[in-house]
């Protein structure tokens, strides 16, 4: 360090302390807090960035408002079921006050653990170190506010006395409460899935460790960190993997046990080369079922320590896996000299992925990376639907987190929600011969003038959550889409407010979103969402009516329509009219066989269809379809009760079994309404007339009737095939659409199955 910046840090901390004596007024916002009560001892914990200035100094003032926002974000956090709340009282410095249920160090420890945990990724990531945050305490009583105002900011004092004495863990309780937890091995594990998103399998559990329930080491980070103040890492980490191999229990074919380790813990003096593996044997696994997971951050700050923790475990057959990845403790160079069998992403890349296209290019990097190198991907900290969904369609190869499961012992099953996990690429890529139009799915949208300006969209975004997109419209006509995350991305570039923020919208809109017609099938809209480049795969969708806006459908909501139209697919059940299908149809006619029943098929289909959906719309033609099926299923309630089944096999077919003493009865009923209902689906001019004007199949232009509903009849009396009925019902299908208008053909022929 140069001598003109040292000066310039010294100098500056002169300033500090006579800005200390300032703020050595206590706010009032701090003996406002709800958690004082009278003449109770209460602990006053002051919690400091060491080495203020100097980081302040070195990194810049943007980097230590940072540290210090996200100081007091974790504080309050962790004051959240306290009433109490964490108060600036000077450069770097928080204070709060709690009541004094145990000795204020040990409260105080706590909180510096769990503060140092949540800030230590923005400090590495920033300067390549780790973070040791200062930590001061004094008992104080509150009795009436002016008292309690001089006898707190006397607090403050002694607080800030303790700031500037090394930590003696070995002084204060919870270094032996610690202890106790080793010597009566006070542990437990608890077991998290590793799901494989290709094969939907349970590829392994990563073995995680809980101290006593009740207490703060319970906590993982406290009790981890506490070990490592005390020199007791190994002393742990031994009993933890003791904890974990012996409570595993049964492992299935392929799987993996996932183990932590610190490489630390080769240093240690009781380290004893092979103790893992024997532990293993003993346990019935072999070290093929094994992965050891080394956070990245200690390869990055203790290389030779890592190499020789990597070497050992290696050498003896165990695979390794590189945890914590993206966090910023170190690059993929770190990563490709290692050459892990896994690389497990940080929680902080897969937050908020599906929405931040960013971090979807960086993952989909990696994946690529991981592929070349021959490792796999597991994303950790899934925690919804929506991010398992895009991190499936990414390609990554595993994943981890709530939404799978929680961790429990014994070993948890995968949520159901997990288990119905598909992509989107995977629902678009299905047949599905009977779906929505998306118009259906399309919510009201927000739309702006193109000469709105950017920094009025970006307020809307602010105070408008359930609002992830804007339309940018002329006239009712899309022009554009701004999506948050996309606008977002802009903003916070190097130049982006000064570039954009008072310019108007169209300027930062995509100008090619994609837009579809109220009547396209879902299943089409999701194939031309997902041919889309990866950066707008996962925006909104525009949906128009006639060429204007008519509203807007997100990715989510795609797949979540189609999910459940193949749901109830699987069910038998067609999603449009809610009838038995397939299925059902060929489970009832083997039934009547196999009971020697006599029956008859009644097969309904639409004439002119076709020419009506193209002249008409999907949404229309969907509409005629369902009053096909609540005639039919009106006429077979009517005259044959529950002794009749009416199934719809797609499309616009259906087909109804039923006694053959009803068939005429039902057949009549059905061609009258139809015929008499279905031009309430016509314009008046059409309806007047008879008869459309639209293109055939051949491609030209002609005068076709009204759709109408043909009705073929087949009697079956006996054993026969379902492929013997399936060609008769289609001979007299053909018959019957020969016919014009609504209309009903008989097979005169003697009955399927007669002697």
């Known amino acids: 360090m140069t001598s003109s910046l040292l000066k310039k840090i010294l100098n500056k901390r002169a300033r500090a302390s006579e800005g200390a004596l300032m703020h050595m007024e206590l706010p009032d916002q701090l003996l406002a807090t709800k958690s ?318 599906h929405k931040d296209p960013v971090k ?126 996309h606008l977002n991305r802009q903003l916070s570039s190097r130049y982006g407010i000064a570039l954009y923020f008072r310019r108007p919208v169209e300027t930062v809109m995509d100008n090619m979103p994609l837009i579809v017609d109220i009547d396209m099938p879902v299943e089409q809209v999701a194939r031309k969402a997902m041919q889309r480049e990866s950066l707008k795969a996962y925006d909104d969708i525009i949906v128009t009516r006639k060429g204007y806006l008519y509203g807007m459908v997100s990715v989510q909501d795609l797949l979540n329509a189609m999910a459940k139209i193949q749901v109830e697919m699987a069910k038998g059940t067609n999603p449009l009219t809610g009838l038995p299908g397939n299925v059902s149809i060929e489970q009832e006619v083997e039934s009547r066989i196999a009971q020697e029943r006599r029956f008859s098929i009644i097969y309904g289909d639409l004439d002119h269809f076709k020419v009506y959906n193209d002249t008409y719309g999907f949404k229309n033609g969907d509409q005629i379809i369902r009053l096909a099926a609540d005639i039919m299923s009106w006429a077979t309630k009517k005259h044959a009760g529950k002794n009749a089944s009416l199934c719809h096999i797609g499309g616009d077919d259906f087909v109804l079994i039923t006694s053959p003493d009803t068939v005429e009865r039902i057949c009549t009923s059905v061609i009258r309404c139809f015929g008499r209902l279905v031009k309430n689906c016509y314009c008046e001019e059409d309806r007047k007339r008879g008869w459309i004007e639209a293109k055939g199949r051949d491609g030209k232009k002609g005068r076709f009737p009204l759709v109408s509903i043909s009705l073929g009849v087949i009697e079956i009396c006996g054993q026969c095939s379902l492929m013997e009925i399936g060609e008769r019902a289609a001979h007299i299908k053909k018959f019957a659409k020969s016919k014009p208008g609504n209309s009903v053909a008989m097979d005169r022929r003697p009955p399927l199955g007669s002697c």
């Open 36 to 353: 004082l009560i009278p003449y109770q001892e209460q602990a006053l914990i002051l919690i400091a960035i060491k080495d203020y200035y100097i980081l302040k100094e070195m990194y810049g003032e943007g980097f230590i408002e940072q540290l210090e926002f996200e100081l007091k974000q974790n504080l309050n956090i962790s004051l959240g079921g306290s009433n109490s709340e964490a108060i600036k009282v000077g450069p770097g410095e928080l204070a709060f006050v709690v009541p004094q249920t145990s000795a204020p160090a040990d409260i105080g420890y706590k909180y510096k653990i769990n503060a140092q945990d949540a800030l230590k990724k923005t400090m590495f990531r920033q300067t390549g170190l780790g973070i040791d945050l200062g930590m001061g305490y004094a008992t104080v009583n509150y009795t009436d506010e002016t008292n309690s105002k001089i006898h707190f900011n006397s607090g403050i004092d002694e607080a800030r006395k303790m700031l500037r004495l090394p930590l003696n863990m070995k002084g204060l309780s919870i270094a032996r409460r610690f202890n106790s937890i080793l010597a009566q091995r006070m542990v437990s594990t608890l077991y998290q899935p590793i799901l494989n998103f290709k094969s939907g399998n349970i590829i392994g559990w990563e073995a995680l460790t809980r101290g006593p329930k009740g207490n703060s080491f319970h906590s993982p980070v406290i009790l981890f960190e506490t070990a490592e103040h005390l020199g007791r890492l190994f002393a742990l980490e031994k009993l933890c993997r003791e904890s974990a191999i012996a409570n595993a229990g049964e492992l299935k074919e392929g799987q993996k046990l996932f183990l932590n380790i610190h490489p630390k813990t080769m240093a240690d003096p009781e380290f004893s080369p092979g103790k893992t593996l024997e532990l293993m044997e003993q346990a019935g696994l072999s070290s093929d079922n094994v992965v050891f997971e080394i956070t990245e951050r200690h390869s990055v700050q203790e290389f030779e320590l890592f190499y020789r923790t990597l070497d050992h475990y290696r050498n003896q057959g165990f695979k390794v896996a590189v945890d914590d990845a993206g966090a910023g403790y170190a690059g993929l160079t770190t990563i490709a000299e290692l050459q892990p069998e896994y690389i497990k992403l940080d929680k902080s890349l897969i937050d908020q992925i």
């Open 360 to 485: 979807r290019a960086l993952v989909e990097t990696t994946v690529t990376f991981a592929d070349k190198i021959g490792s796999q991907i597991i994303a950790e900290g899934i925690e919804t639907k929506e991010q398992a969904v895009c991190l499936k369609d990414i390609g990554v190869h595993c994943g981890q987190g709530y939404f799978l499961a929680r961790p429990d012992k014994p070993k948890p099953n995968l949520t159901k929600e997990c288990q119905e996990l598909q992509s989107v690429n995977e629902v678009a890529s299905k047949s599905i011969t009977c779906s929505l139009p998306i118009g259906d799915l399309a919510k009201p949208p927000h739309s702006i003038l193109p000469s709105h300006l950017v920094s009025d969209a970006q307020q809307f975004f602010k105070t408008n959550d359930r609002f992830s997109s804007i339309i940018v419209a002329d006239n009712n006509i899309p022009r554009g889409l701004v999506m948050e995350y």
